[in-house]
């Protein structure tokens, strides 16, 4: 059975970094793409960043092009989102999600919280 564990998240100033990381177990061989959302108090769940394993092409949404960086670990299976000037409004809960495109599932983390506010 698949599992996303996240870890990281908390409060910070405005123009501080924090960094997430999620580690995934139960990988199989197969294409996917892994990545991170973030959902806001009342907005639409959104997508940050990802990584995709068929062309190796790593995407960022505007919102955070440039502050944010993906990272990834093959040996420990772990992905991260080191994110720095983060302001106010980068207040979400952020999740770690895979996609499996072949199987059409997806599998998400247990969701983090990161506060910005001086």
């Known amino acids: 059975q698949l599992q996303l564990v996240q870890s990281g998240g908390g409060l910070v100033q405005p123009g501080g970094s924090l960094r997430l990381s999620c580690a995934a177990s139960?990988?199989?061989?197969?294409?996917?793409?892994i990545g991170w959302f973030r959902q806001a108090p009342g907005k639409e769940r959104k997508r940050l960043s990802c990584f995709n394993t068929n062309d190796g092409n790593i995407y960022y949404a505007d919102s955070v092009k440039g502050r944010f960086t993906f990272s990834g670990d093959n040996v420990k299976n772990t992905v991260n989102l080191q994110m720095s000037s983060l302001q106010p409004e980068d207040t979400a809960v952020y999740y770690c999600?895979?996609?499996?495109?072949?199987?059409?599932?997806?599998?998400w983390g247990q969701g983090t919280q990161v506060t910005v506010s001086s």
């Open positions: 999600n895979i996609y499996f495109p072949l199987r059409h599932r997806d599998y």
């Open positions: 139960g990988l199989t061989f197969d294409h996917y793409a």
